[in-house]
């Protein structure tokens, strides 16, 4: 059975940062791109990043841009989540997405 | 940049058939794949259709997926309605490799 598993979330100061993690299971990790995906309290789900089977493709949406960094450790099947400079806007439920399986998310609460 | 736009609410009595369209802004949505997304209050969005027209195992053939390349829109259709079915429901699609996201649609079970 496919399974992401979110961890890494909690409560920071604006201007703090915090990493999130994803850890895999029941595919062959490498082969798939991972997605990252938030959705801000009662908005909508919005796609912030991406990063290839070996890491060597990366994206993040503008909104995140020079701020985050996402990484994977194939090794580990585990995905990376740096988030740096945090600001309030970025209070949001953080999900994991490989192809059509989410994770359960990770909630990001920025506030002082 | 594509964008999908989605109804914000939809909403019908226990027993009928709804159905919630997702229309692209540009190029034709038939090129790319679409998902449907179910999301309740507090939970994980979970996968009702992918691949524009597949279920998942354990979704139940009340929800099907179509295009409609005519109005350049996907759509969803539940029918034989439930309370349960009662959710939030996104569509996806992609803009080259990005993944794209419908606003949203809140479908209330009367």
């Known amino acids: 059975e496919v399974q992401l598993v979110e961890s890494g979330g909690g409560l920071v100061q604006p201007g703090g940062s915090l990493r999130l993690s994803c850890s895999a299971s029941g595919f062959t990790f490498s082969n798939y791109v991972i997605h990252w995906v938030r959705q801000a309290p009662g908005k909508g789900l919005e796609y912030v990043s991406a990063i290839s089977g070996n890491g060597g493709s990366t994206y993040y949406a503008d909104s995140v841009k020079d701020r985050f960094t996402v990484s994977r450790d194939n090794s580990k099947n585990t995905v990376y989540f740096q988030m740096s400079s945090l600001r309030a806007e970025d209070t949001a439920v953080y999900y994991c997405v490989k192809g059509f399986i989410w994770g359960q998310g990770t909630l990001v609460t920025v506030s002082s | 940049n594509f964008l999908l736009t989605q109804p914000h609410s939809v909403s019908d009595s226990p027993g009928k058939t709804v159905t919630i369209s997702c229309t692209g802004s540009?190029?034709?949505?038939?090129?790319?794949?679409v998902q449907w997304y179910q999301q309740r209050p507090g939970s994980a969005p979970t996968t009702v259709i992918y691949e524009t027209n597949q279920r998942p195992s354990g979704v139940p053939d009340r929800f099907s997926g179509s295009i409609d390349s005519s109005s350049n829109s996907a759509s969803l259709t539940i029918s034989g309605l439930k309370t349960e079915d009662e959710a939030d429901y996104y569509c996806?699609?992609?803009?080259?490799?990005?993944?794209?996201f419908g606003g949203g649609t809140k479908l209330t079970v009367l």
């Open positions: 540009s190029g034709s949505i038939a090129s790319n794949y």
């Open positions: 996806q699609s992609y803009d080259d490799t990005s993944l794209v």
